[in-house]
């Protein structure tokens, strides 16, 4: 049975739009992230795909369910196991440059990171020369500014300052989408190598598809803060079972003129839902080729088909 390091269990996160209207940014999520793989996490914007790494990582609480690590729950650990958390548990954010404090040195920021979790001056200093260079600066970047480095390079000293305290589960939120396409490949890379040589647990999470296919194992697509497909992902890219993931694996431009002007797009009409006023039954359903008169009363739960795919749907894709 694999292990998953990491889990959510009925996961919820609410916010109150106005007097009376609830936002549900996640929705009853169930997810689990086994230990050493990386798990790709993909929707258009607004459905919950940062909130839901927040969440994982501690930096929000969950209004309902349940965040799991290594089979305890992170709610009410003991004294030591928070600490531990804090450690373990770290995310590297999509824009570098909001990141960074741009009154301190990349060294100071590092150093501050490992320094808040009871780390010596001089551990500090010598962790934070380690994770610069593992992170693929020299050491130098330390006396630097934020303003007085690329962008590629600050994304860089986002991630060492990430792995600066040896995790074990990293998310990594839209990590390359700010950046310039020569670079995306250069940090990709270095994520690759930081994943392989420490054995690093990740959520990756991207509205790219593309980058998607190249990082990760497995991929679980996310609507209107639910969880409506997972599997492998070359099963995922060859054979998707939702509309939804159809949409998306249909957006993607294929290099070849021909081949590109032959194929049948999925055209989805309709405007996303507001997250605050979702419809009843399947969220989907307003703007489903497939949807039945099931599907605006039912909502699916998420089941799994054969050995590899869990969907979220009354009507599959065959």
């Known amino acids: 049975m694999t292990e998953m390091l990491i889990e959510a269990k009925g996961l919820a996160r609410h916010y109150l739009v106005g007097r009376h209207r609830v936002l549900r940014a996640l929705d009853g999520v169930d997810l689990g992230v086994a230990r050493g793989a990386t798990l790709g996490l993909v929707g258009e914007s607004g459905s919950g795909k940062s909130t839901l790494g927040r969440t994982l990582v501690g930096l929000q609480k969950p209004s309902l369910g349940q965040v799991l690590f290594e089979g305890k729950d992170t709610a009410t650990p003991e004294p030591s196991f928070m600490a531990r958390l804090r450690r373990e548990r770290q995310i590297i954010f999509q824009d570098p440059s909001g990141a960074l404090n741009p009154r301190m040195t990349i060294g100071a920021t590092v150093m501050e990171h490992l320094r808040v979790q009871g780390w010596s001056r001089a551990d500090a200093q010598s962790q934070a020369a380690a994770a610069i260079e593992q992170a693929g600066l020299a050491t130098s970047f330390l006396s630097r ?13 986002v991630i060492a300052r990430a792995i600066s305290t040896d995790p074990a589960f ?3 939120d839209e990590p390359v989408s700010a950046l310039d396409v020569s670079i995306r490949a250069q940090i990709m890379n270095l994520l690759h190598q930081l994943q392989r040589e420490r054995g690093l647990t990740m959520l990756f999470i991207s509205h790219d598809l593309s980058v998607v296919a190249h990082m990760c194992s497995d991929v679980a697509v996310m609507h209107l803060g639910r969880i409506v497909e997972r599997a492998p992902r070359a099963a995922l890219f060859k054979t998707p079972r939702h509309p939804y993931t159809g949409a998306l694996l249909s957006a993607i431009p294929i290099p070849d003129p021909v081949r590109e002007r032959q194929r049948m797009r999925i055209i989805l009409k309709g405007e996303v839902p507001n997250p605050a006023n979702k419809p009843s039954g399947c969220s989907f359903h307003t703007r489903c080729p497939r949807a039945t008169e099931l599907c605006h009363r039912v909502d699916p739960p998420l089941r799994s088909i054969g ?4 969907i979220a749907c009354h009507h599959p894709l065959e």
């Open 145 to 157: 500014y934020p303003h007085e480095i690329s962008g590629g390079q600050r994304q860089r000293a």
């Open 170 to 172: 990293i998310v990594a």
């Open 307 to 310: 050995t590899e795919h869990q």
